[in-house]
């Protein structure tokens, strides 16, 4: 099918391709293959790549073929090129020579864990977080420690770190018998495992994901000794945008000491106040939490998905049902809606169950299901109706429906509302459609564009979303696998693990502020001269400090950043321990914000401070080391990028001189087209990024595998120009190409 | 029609249920030689009914209304008259009833008051159970898998010195575990969730069948790997089941009982199969079986009653309704310890001589003497089995003896030799001794 398309195309020029597929048989084919797939002991590689018909013509015209140079040149050297262009080496050639599938998948472990909570969720209600910061306080006096206490005021407190001795604000205050309680939620803006401790003389209990915080608290210390400060701690599994409700209880009863600190330390990050940025006055529903480990998923690709199976995998599925069933079990009456002596109990278990099934699958149960996975369930309970609930609840969570979302089908086999529903959620938020998508796949209403495209806009508005879009940042951004960017502390005497937790969470809001902006606009993310800093990062970086304890986007002292090339996390991340390394920096932006086209180094060279003379610059170690003819094949392009941030050191401070000699940043720079031009500093590369198709196509194709899960060509070979057209035409609406990508790829449109 | 019996089969589980122990022999060590002994703390709160507790001078346990539920052990019984919480300091008298108990010394200055005396915090030290267990786990011979669980029922959902007895050490209470499906499945993971996840696997492989066939071939091979994994679980459980079990197997639980005040007697019930049969597998050889707490309000309705035990126990002596339920109360108590050793005598002990309770000391403590007096004298304590039966019967061992000096017999019963514990004031006499 698709080789009689690559014909058709030939016929249309049929003289060129026959003149230039003919000197290729003839000069080429002996060492690159009858398709460029390479020749053993020959050239073994491939010819597949990314140069212009032109490169390749004074490529070939210079070099080719090796033991004759001068047996295919200029006219010839052009023909063959553009033969070798269209038939295997371009990107597109590729794509219409090796047609992708698209794969088949599971679930991955982040997409099935935030399932399970959601399915949960959606019997309880989904919590919605307002804008209200911080924590609600109410404070009281106490005449008697278990007993009788008198209000004295309620606010909202932004931060919990309180010393009632001293400016803790509250009027009337006893200072010797007093308590408080704080109400709200935490929102976590990572998925793992997060610490909590509290710091206090007095008595403290804090409950976490507890709404009635009738069980036992999360982290007790309710029991104080002796009036000594101690510091007790906690650690709780959470997901990423998915609120867990806080109740804190304090008293002081005849105590000289009386205060307390509440502190946290995300995945990532370190021990700090809890941020009143995550903290919200509004209340949450208790989440199932899944806290049963899961093998990673798959990256090889360079995005997530669920490809393979294994033992340990299935085990993790089994367990994590398990562990689902059992935290269901401790309120099944409340999510069954119905009490423990109550005569229809075993119907109304029945219903939930069938109820978990339909949100599971998303999709209405087939006759088929409904016996296996309900009535043959409940036929034989035998009286026992909680075991055969927690039956039918562990079979639909380890059921081949809700873990492959790709079986969510017809009847027939075909695409239908449902199908549409289950896509929006799992692209945009890697979880089941909520109540909305539901309902819309029951009534028919997604079924024309309109309506689609409608619904996407509604769910992308959605706080998972902003989770989901973060995760592609780092991802994009290669930030997930830069876990350890200590660097040398006599260089760098105070860039501490708080710094670079600070400077995380510095671009997290940058980008974070860039997409959900009114004009989420791609070309922001390289333009904005302006950093976020709190205060810590401020003194630290020399900058003015803000007001508040909050970060707050303020210019940078050398008034010289273009946006993510030039954080600092990100010009940390690609250095060394005591020096900045232009490699790393150069490859990196290259090949994910550029979107050069990089082969991997022919022979590895590893880079040692040791063997150049220590006068020389970080420019000049460099230059030396890659000076061969071989490696300047991609370090043309790769050097200009990273030279032209060497005014940035290894933690991303503006600097002038290096050695005392002054940093050069100007050089010349290799296009695709095979053009040079000249690249004095990060706002060429900014100009790069923003009108560079090549650019936008990069971070179209990580956008789209993020959201997808599946190679773009699965979807036919013009979707990316489709894509580019419309992000392009859209003034670089990141919103807007999302929307475009979901509707893109709703299975109902193939 | 199925029948239930070809449904259950059909499911993939025979008869009652499947025991799905994959590994579960390695959960418990083999039976070890050498003479094995146990020891278990059995707690009930709020004080005793004097006049109806304390036996005759002959020691005759059928003549005592509290303590008849015992006679059956009447050999292998001592009660001990005559000791004394003298422990001293900050915290009310049940606080430092419950929380020096054990200890035997002081509880740390702190912010929980009481209904009179001086706030106080935790106690400032290990409890006796927790150095003997510390001492156990040493010694390769003695060492088990937990050394100690400790367990409750009815224990209210919270931490301060009335609802903590055992320590790990100076300001670490020990929260007794009063769930019995958390404590099955610290003592068998999840093993009960698995054994109700196997009967699903037959109708899983099935679907997964009937899926995988209506897939593309391409697609097909991630399913068929998966159907593979399911296949392979589904023999191993067989194997499983027929294989592995333990020289006592898992205690089955009645999946369905609330924990609530009116299950306590199911829930005690459950609580001590498991403890017992922990036990048994030498999974331990401590445990203490906390019921409520000091000043524990329990709603005894299984008893006809329907006040609060704490408030009933402050009623005077003179109030014979009050007193006559305080009876039926402790009678209840009296009667889950008979429950206890009962079940300790029926299990033999496996590679030795004799049955569990042979080698088995439990100790029935309280807070409190006397619930309206508080009283911290006369503390009412019955060991039975092990070092009960060495001297059984009724035993006055004299006045205000501080409870140092039992902890230290205790200790020394289980081969620990110590010569002070707690506060060192109280063990000038050294290890008590009755005969």
Not at chain 1, 174 to 182: I, Q
Not at chain 1, 378 to 383: E, H, L, V
Not at chain 1, 458 to 467: G, P
Not at chain 2, 165 to 191: E, F, H, I, V, W
Request: proline content about 6%.
């Amino acid at each position: 099918m698709h080789h009689w398309i690559f014909l058709g195309l030939l016929t249309v020029l049929p003289a060129l391709g026959n003149r230039g597929a003919k000197i290729y048989t003839q000069h080429c084919a002996s060492c690159h293959g009858d398709q460029g797939e390479g020749v053993a002991d020959e050239y073994d590689e491939a010819l597949v790549g990314k140069k212009s018909v032109e490169s390749l013509a004074k490529y070939i015209h210079r070099t080719m073929p090796e033991d004759d140079e001068d047996a295919v040149i200029d006219e010839d050297a052009r023909l063959v090129s553009e033969y070798i262009h269209s038939a295997f080496y371009s990107p597109e050639a590729q794509a219409k020579l090796k047609p992708v599938r698209r794969d088949f998948l599971r679930r991955t472990q982040h997409q099935h864990r935030r399932a399970i909570t959601d399915i949960v969720q959606s019997f309880r209600g989904r919590a919605w977080m307002g804008e209200e910061h911080g924590l609600r306080g109410h404070y009281f006096n106490k005449e008697k420690m278990n007993n009788r206490k008198k209000a004295l005021i309620k606010r909202v407190d932004p931060v919990i770190d309180i010393d009632f001795r001293q400016n803790h604000g509250v009027e009337g205050l006893n200072p010797d018998a007093h308590s408080a309680f704080w109400t709200g939620s935490i929102l976590p803006p990572e998925t793992g495992t997060y610490g909590f401790r509290m710091t206090s003389p007095n008595g403290v209990r804090f409950y976490l994901n507890e709404p009635d915080h009738g069980k036992s608290p999360f982290i007790d210390a309710w029991v104080s000794s002796g009036n000594q400060k101690r510091t007790v701690e906690g650690t709780s599994f959470l997901i990423a945008g998915h609120p867990v409700s806080v109740f804190i209880e304090f008293v002081c009863y005849k105590g000289k000491q009386s205060s307390l600190l509440i502190e946290w330390k995300p995945p990532h990050g370190t021990w700090e106040t809890i941020p009143s940025r995550v903290l919200h006055t509004d209340g949450s529903p208790e989440a199932v939490l899944i806290s049963t480990p899961f093998p990673p998923d798959d990256a090889s690709l360079g995005y997530e998905r669920g490809s393979s199976i294994s033992e340990a995998w299935k085990e993790a599925v089994v367990n994590a049902a398990i562990e689902a069933t059992e935290i269901i079990f401790d309120d099944i009456d409340e999510l069954a809606r119905t009490k423990p002596e109550q005569s229809d109990r075993p119907e109304k278990l029945k219903k939930f169950c069938a109820d978990f099934s339909y949100r599971a699958f998303s999709r209405p149960l087939t006759a088929e299901q409904k016996k296996t996975y309900i009535e043959d369930v409940f036929a034989y309970a035998d009286g026992d109706f909680d075991t055969a609930a927690k039956r039918s609840l562990m079979l639909t969570l380890t059921s081949p429906y809700f873990l492959y979302p790709s079986l969510n089908r017809d009847q027939n086999g075909q695409p239908d509302n449902y199908t549409t529903a289950a896509h929006i959620a799992l692209t945009l938020w890697d979880s089941i459609p909520d109540k909305r998508l539901l309902e819309a796949a029951s009534k028919g209403e997604l079924s024309n564009d309109k309506q689609i495209t409608d619904s996407i806009w509604s769910s992308v508005a959605d706080a998972r979303s902003k989770f989901k879009l973060k995760g592609f940042f780092h991802h994009w951004l290669n930030l997930s696998e830069k876990e350890d960017l200590d660097k040398d502390p006599n260089l760098f005497p105070g860039f501490d693990e708080h710094i670079i937790s600070d400077l995380r969470t510095s671009l997290d809001l940058f980008v974070n502020d860039v997409v959900w902006s009114e004009e989420s606009d791609y070309r922001r993310l390289f333009s904005e001269d302006r950093v976020y800093l709190n205060r810590r990062l401020a003194d630290f970086y020399g900058a003015q400090a803000p007001e508040g304890n909050e970060f707050e986007p303020l210019p940078t002292p050398d008034k010289k950043r273009a946006g993510i090339f030039t954080h600092p996390f990100v010009l940390t991340a690609f250095s060394y321990h005591k020096q900045t390394s232009p490699i790393h920096r150069g490859v990196y932006l290259s090949r994910n914000v550029l979107g050069r086209f990089l082969k991997p180094p022919p022979n590895a060279i590893e880079f040692k401070d040791a063997d150049f003379k220590p006068d020389l610059t970080m420019r000049e170690k460099v230059t030396h080391l890659t000076k061969d003819e071989n490696c300047m094949a991609c370090h043309s392009i790769i050097n200009p990028v990273g030279f032209s941030l060497e005014n940035y050191d290894a933690i991303g401070r503006f600097r002038t001189h290096e050695k005392d000699k002054p940093i050069n940043t100007v050089s010349e720079y290799l296009t695709p087209e095979d053009t040079t031009v000249k690249i004095t500093g990060p706002s060429d590369l900014a100009k790069l990024a923003v009108e560079s198709p090549g650019a936008h196509r990069a971070f179209l194709k990580h956008l789209f595998h993020h959201l997808i899960q599946q190679p773009i060509n699965a979807y036919g070979y013009g979707q990316m120009d489709q894509l580019h057209g419309i992000f392009t035409n859209s003034n670089f609406h990141i919103r807007k190409i999302i929307v475009a990508m979901v509707e893109e790829t709703v299975p109902i449109k193939e | 029609m199925t029948s239930r019996r070809q449904f259950l089969q059909k499911l993939g589980i025979t008869g009652a249920a499947l025991p799905f122990l994959s590994s579960l022999p390695s959960f418990a060590g083999g039976p070890t030689a050498g003479n094995k002994k146990r020891l278990i703390f059995m707690f009930s709160p709020n004080g005793t009914v004097p006049t109806k507790f304390w036996p005759d001078k002959e020691g005759n346990l059928a003549n005592s209304p509290i303590l008849a539920p015992l006679a059956p052990f009447q050999g292998q019984t001592a009660v001990l008259k005559g000791i004394s919480n003298r422990v001293g300091g900050d915290g009310d008298r049940h606080m430092r009833g419950m929380s020096c108990l054990l200890t035997g010394a002081r509880l740390h200055p702190g912010n929980i008051q009481g209904g009179s005396d001086s706030p106080a915090g935790w106690a400032s030290a290990i409890s006796i159970d927790q150095e003997i267990k510390n001492f156990l786990q040493k010694n390769e011979a003695t060492h088990t898998r937990f050394g100690s669980l400790e367990i409750g029922v009815a224990v209210p959902e919270r931490a301060d010195p009335w609802t903590r007895m055992c320590y790990a050490g100076s300001n670490q209470p020990l929260a007794p575990l009063d769930d019995p499906y958390q404590m099955l499945n610290k003592l068998y993971g999840r093993s009960k969730g698995r054994q109700t996840y196997a009967s699903v696997l037959d109708s899983l492989g099935s679907d997964l069948k009937r899926v995988s066939k209506s897939l593309a071939a391409e697609d097909r091979a991630m399913l068929e790997q998966h159907m593979t994994l399911v296949r392979e679980m589904e023999r191993k459980m067989e194997v499983a089941a027929k294989a592995g079990e333990l020289v006592h197997p898992e205690p089955e639980l009645d999946p369905n009982i609330e924990l609530v005040n009116d299950n306590t007697p199911q829930i005690a019930r459950m609580q001590m199969d498991l403890l017992i049969n922990a036990m048994a597998n030498d999974m331990t050889r401590i445990g203490s079986l906390q019921f409520m707490r000091s000043v524990g309000q329990a709603r005894m309705r299984w008893l006809d009653i329907n006040e609060g035990h704490h408030s009933l126990s402050h009623e005077p002596d003179k109030n014979n309704d009050a007193q006559a339920k305080l009876e039926k109360i402790n009678v209840w108590f009296a009667e889950q310890l008979a429950y206890l050793a009962q079940k300790l005598h029926d299990t033999p002990e496996a590679g030795q001589d004799g049955n569990m309770l042979d080698h088995t000391t439990i100790v029935w403590v309280n807070e409190l003497g006397k619930g309206n007096s508080h009283t911290l004298d006369d503390l009412p304590i019955v060991i039975v089995g092990g070092e009960g039966s060495k001297n059984p019967g009724f035993h006055n061992v004299g006045q205000k003896v501080p409870h140092n000096r039992l902890l230290l017999t205790l200790a020394q019963s289980m081969g620990h030799n110590i010569e002070t514990f707690g506060e060192k004031k109280w063990c000038q006499e050294g290890a008590l001794k009755w005969s």
